[in-house]
């Protein structure tokens, strides 16, 4: 059993910037040498989230117009204040900010169109940072 | 310390039928032979979720109804042009893919009244694969 | 590898009672000794779940205030014929039970602005469970 640790740090274009962290991913349990365990990440920070989708422009944009839909930007929230992104801290922390994967055979236990995905919520361009661990043997 | 993988697999019935996955989780860590660890489970595919719930027909009834009215069906979803399941996506992207469960003394530590559970999201019946992985000593 | 497991226990003020769990993940993950690896919780009942936040007190206002504008308290659901807390199991099964996070260098990889928390989602005021491991080296 071994632990293999990292940091992924991408640049984010703004507001609901969804990020395909498939090959990152792969990279990190093809370099653990791991071939049955976990890989498990969190998001460092608390205007981004973690979930999988399918990576597929379309289904991309009903997924950003849902989250305006569910919880819209401005809508007199109290931390809208101090700040601007009310909105971008509700909707991470209802996503949620970690995935876990499993890894059977070397290879993370995915569908064909399921890919892991970071999305950025908050209102700016921004340098996200997501930590990444594989567990396993 | 070792690591135990199995892939889960079961037939579902159409749109948001929910497997109680109890006792499948409990063989698994039985089987394991793990007393001390963690249970971490992806469903494989995008179109379900993995959550727990009290296991309840009229809070299954309530969960599916507050699905329909969050995320409606056909509401105009770009991804509806090539497929009828965008709302699938959505839903299962927000409720999220993964689960863990801590393992103390060989037993998941969940409540009396809460058990994990697949959210079939997508239209119709499908065969689904869920992902498990047991960690521990 | 080790695995560390740990029962937290504590008492809720009532609905939307939101429990700030960093020095007690921070002890945890600094009792176990383990400077590589990953925390991972779950809450232990099925009206609680667990996320991060950032601990302001006007985004959590906000984020109580959105939860009761999504998924109304007392909407007709089903379950509130035998019990008054539909409401409470909803939310919980969409915000879900359980998080991971990164441990480097001995440390969560959490953003300054950025807490793991505890929310009570319940109708009253109860003693709350929360099971933790933390795994690696």
Chains 1, 2, 3 share one sequence.
């Not at 976990?38 to 950003?64: C, P």
């Not at 117009?65 to 109290?78: N, Q, R, V």
């Not at 890919?115 to 361009?125: E, I, K, W």
Request: hydrophobic content about 40%; some cysteine.
């Amino acid at each position: 059993m071994t632990v293999f640790s990292k940091i992924i740090q991408f640049q984010t274009e703004g507001e609901i910037d969804i990020i395909d962290l498939t090959s990152e991913f792969s990279k990190i349990v093809s370099d653990s040498d791991i071939k049955k365990g976990i890989l498990s990440a969190n998001v460092i920070g608390s205007t981004g989230a973690l979930t999988t989708i399918e990576y597929e422009s379309r289904v991309l944009d009903d997924f950003r117009e849902i989250l305006h839909k569910l919880i819209p930007k401005g809508a007199g929230y109290k931390h809208d204040k101090i700040d601007s992104n009310a909105h971008s801290h509700l909707r991470a922390s209802i996503i949620g900010p970690s995935i876990s994967i499993s890894i059977q055979n070397g290879i993370m236990q995915l569908g064909t169109w399921q890919q892991p995905v970071f999305v950025c919520l908050d209102v700016r361009p921004r340098s996200r940072k997501v930590a990444v661990n594989v567990i396993g043997e």
